[in-house]
C-alpha cells in the first residue's frame, strides 16, 4: 500500500484535458510544498514533470500543470497528446523520519 | 549532457549481498545529493536511499534500513548501494537518480536506466 493515494487510471481523447489526483496527509503533502510528478513510459526511466507543486523543469511543455489544495495534489494535462499517455506518479517530502514518499500511479490513456 | 549508469544488479539468493554501482558525468558530482529508487516488477515506485552532496547527510526508507548502505566517491563520480540480507521483497528495477539543484531528495530530474536486482533461490 502506498503512503499516496492515486487513482489507477485516467483517460481522455486527444486535445482534452485531464486532472490526477494524488492524495497525501497533514504529515506530507499538507505539510509541505515539496510535492513532485513524474512521468514514466514503459520500460523507461521515470522522467520529472513537476516539482514543488507547479514548477516546470525545463523543456517539460507548459500543457503540465500541477496544484495543491490541503492535502490533495493534482497533475493537469491539458492539450493530451499521443505521447502523454503513459504512467505517472506523484511523490512528497514527508520530514524528517520517514523523509519521502510516492503514489502508486495512475496509468493514463489517451483514448 | 548528464549521463547517469548502474550497474552490479544480478540474481542473487535470500539472504545474499550485492553492490550496486552508479556512474554519473556532465555534472558536478560532489555538489549534488544522489538517490537509490526501486521499481518491483510492474509495480510503483519507491524511494530507497539518498547521500547529500560534499558534506550532506544519508537518509534510508524504514524498509531498508540497517541492510542497506549508500556511499560515494566524488573523485570516481559514482555512487554505491551495498545491499545486504536480501529478501524476495527487494526483487526491483534499482534507479540511481540525481536530485535537482536545491533539492536534496524531493525533486530527482534525472535518472538512468536502472539495475535489476532478483532474489530468488
Request: contains cysteine; proline residues 4%; charged residues 15%.
Amino acid at each position: 500500500q502506498s503512503a499516496l493515494t492515486q487513482p489507477p487510471s485516467a483517460s481522455g481523447s486527444p486535445g482534452q484535458s485531464v486532472t490526477i489526483s494524488c492524495t497525501g496527509t497533514s504529515s506530507d503533502v499538507g505539510a509541505y510544498n515539496y510535492v513532485s510528478w513524474y512521468q514514466q513510459h514503459p520500460g523507461k526511466a521515470p522522467k520529472l514533470i513537476i516539482y514543488e507543486v507547479n514548477k516546470r523543469p525545463s523543456g517539460v511543455p507548459d500543457r503540465f500543470s500541477g496544484s495543491k489544495s490541503g492535502n490533495t495534489a493534482s497533475l493537469t494535462v491539458s492539450g493530451l497528446q499521443a505521447e502523454d499517455d503513459a504512467d505517472y506518479y506523484c511523490s512528497s517530502y514527508a520530514g524528517s523520519s520517514i523523509h519521502l514518499v510516492f503514489g502508486g500511479g495512475t496509468k493514463l490513456t489517451v483514448l | 549532457e548528464v549521463q547517469i549508469l548502474e550497474s552490479g544488479g544480478g540474481l542473487v539468493q535470500p539472504g545474499g549481498s550485492l553492490r550496486l554501482s552508479c556512474a554519473a558525468s556532465g555534472f558536478t558530482f560532489s555538489a549534488y545529493a544522489m538517490s537509490w529508487v526501486r521499481q518491483a516488477p510492474g509495480k510503483g515506485l519507491e524511494w530507497v536511499s539518498t547521500l547529500g552532496g560534499s558534506g550532506g547527510g544519508t537518509f534510508y526508507a524504514d524498509s531498508v534500513k540497517g541492510r542497506f548502505t549508500i556511499s560515494r566517491d566524488n573523485s570516481k563520480n559514482t555512487l554505491y548501494l551495498q545491499i545486504n540480507s536480501l529478501r524476495g521483497e527487494d526483487t526491483a528495477v534499482y534507479y540511481c537518480a540525481k536530485a535537482l539543484v536545491g533539492a536534496t531528495l524531493h525533486a530527482f530530474d534525472c535518472w538512468g536506466q536502472g539495475t535489476l536486482v532478483t532474489v530468488s533461490s
